[in-house]
């Protein structure tokens, strides 16, 4: 989840989304 937390920081609102749909596919 850390990771998570910095990808949304970095990549932002949209990115964070994009990354977890990917995650629960």
Same mark, same amino acid.
């Given at each position: 989840?850390?990771?998570?937390?910095?990808?949304?920081?970095?990549?932002?609102? /949209?990115?964070?989304?994009?990354?977890? /749909? /990917?995650?629960?596919?």
């Amino acid at each position: 989840m850390g990771i998570d937390l910095l990808d949304h920081i970095i990549v932002g609102h /949209e990115g964070y989304i994009s990354f977890r /749909e /990917e995650n629960l596919l």
